[in-house]
Antibody
């Protein structure tokens, strides 16, 4: 069965960096784009970008360009999202989500459980 | 960051019909398909409707979706207590080199 297992909660100081992992199993990791979505406390969902595990290509939301890096290690079927220069309003739950696409539609069909990143001095 | 507009809340008694609207533009809903995600308290989102009105296997048929022009809607026919949670529409936005956009979210309360 498809599973996305994320790394544990993190507490970081303002200005620090964080790297969240998302280990995939139950499917061919390089066949599906992996996206990252975050959710601040009590707020809605915010798309951050995607990474193509086959090629390593990425596309980031304009808001996060220059501050976010999405990578992968295909030997262990794991995707990573690293964010630097953290600020308090980066406090959020960060989700990885698998994207399935056809010629007609696409959707996030599997989500990780989320990783809480708290930025506090 | 959200460019799709939803009402902040909706409610009904068990068995009632509830409809949630999602308003977008010509660069997102107007030209791309709409998905709906359900997020129950403390959990990750789960796809409820994809390709405007298709239900994944396992999703009860009381959930249905529709789209017209630059707007979409989700209807829950026969509201149940386990439907209480947050609902988000989503679509691809062709602007800014392409991006996924989510709705502002609607909290559904079962009275």
């Amino acid at each position: 069965q498809v599973q996305l297992v994320q790394s544990g909660a993190e507490v970081k100081r303002p200005g620090a960096s964080v790297k969240v992992s998302c280990k995939a199993s139950g499917f061919i990791f390089t066949d599906y784009f992996m996206h990252w979505v975050r959710q601040a406390p009590g707020q809605g969902l915010e798309w951050m970008g995607w990474m193509n595990p086959h090629s390593g290509d990425t596309n980031y939301a304009q808001k996060f360009q220059g501050r976010v890096t999405m990578t992968r290690d295909t030997s262990i079927n794991t995707a990573y999202m690293e964010m630097n220069s953290l600020m308090s309003d980066d406090t959020a739950v960060y989700f990885c989500a698998r994207r399935i696409s056809t010629g007609y539609y696409s959707l996030f069909d599997y989500w990780g459980p989320g990783t809480l990143v708290t930025v506090s001095s | 960051q959200s460019v799709l507009t939803q009402p902040p809340s909706a409610s009904g008694t068990p068995g009632q019909r509830v409809t949630i609207s999602c308003s977008g533009s010509s660069s997102d809903i107007g030209v791309n398909t709409v998905n709906w995600y359900q997020q129950l308290p403390g959990t990750a989102p789960k796809v409820l409707i994809y390709y405007d009105n298709e239900r994944p296997s396992g999703v009860p048929d009381r959930f249905s979706g529709s789209k017209s022009g630059t707007s979409a809607s989700l209807t829950i026919s026969g509201l149940q207590s386990e439907d209480e949670g947050d609902y988000y529409c989503a679509a691809w936005d062709d602007r800014l080199n392409g991006r996924d956009v989510f709705g502002t979210g609607t909290k559904v309360t079962v009275l």
